[in-house]
């Protein structure tokens, strides 16, 4: 007879990936047990492994679920009616506000994606490929024809975009709402500015 799923068992699941991401951004995934890992959820090893049957599997599920809500979030934001400038500036902003509460997956993100077997990485990148690609999409349609027609100054231009939003994870963690919307329309201004007069 299979074994029935638990009412709680999507929340375990969260909050499991939660911890983890705290605990491998802390101590480093090499470092990282599961034990750490346990005591962090306040359940048992042997819980955990319930759910997940390695560690190598927690990390894959931590930033599967961290990268695939964001491309989602960020990629689901109708923009459609906006003109170009209202359209990054909205991008960027929810790119931002996406970040907050998720400083450990982040550093998770940066630190450990290199840990895992090619084929889930390249699961990863394709989520990141589809933020960038928003991106991109969003200053090409804000840029003057030189930049636009530019792939080598396109693609520069939109990593620089990702360079101002991660500096703000990095040294502005705590900052709310309010906090990141004005942030964000300073990367816009300031990237629609550059870009122009490329």
């Known amino acids: 007879m299979a074994r029935t799923i638990a ?21 480093g995934f090499d470092r990282a047990s599961m034990t750490q890992l346990a005591r962090e959820c306040g359940i048992s090893k042997a819980n955990i492994y319930h759910y997940y049957d390695s560690k190598d599997a927690v990390l894959f599920g931590v930033l599967d679920t961290y990268l695939s809500e964001l491309r989602d979030r960020v990629c689901g934001v109708d923009v459609s009616a906006l003109i170009p400038e209202q359209r990054l500036r909205r991008i960027v902003s929810e790119i931002l506000l996406a970040y907050q509460g998720a400083d450990h997956e982040h550093q998770v993100q940066i630190s450990a994606m290199g840990a895992l077997p090619e084929p889930q990485q390249a699961l990863l990148r394709g989520y990141q490929r589809e933020l960038v690609q928003l991106v991109s999409d969003a200053l090409a349609g804000v840029a003057a024809d030189g930049i636009a027609r530019d792939p080598a100054k396109l693609r520069a231009a939109t990593m620089s975009v990702f360079g101002m939003l991660n ?9 709310g709402p309010e906090a990141r919307e004005d942030y964000a329309q300073m990367v816009a201004d300031l990237t629609m500015n550059g870009i122009r007069s490329l």
């Not at 699941?13 to 705290?22: E, F, G, P, V, Y």
């Not at 500096?167 to 900052?175: L, T």
């Open 7 to 27: 009412k709680d068992h999507d929340e375990k699941r969260a909050q499991i990936l939660k911890s983890a991401a705290k605990v491998f951004a802390e101590q």
């Open 167 to 175: 500096w703000y994870y990095m040294w502005n963690s705590g900052a």
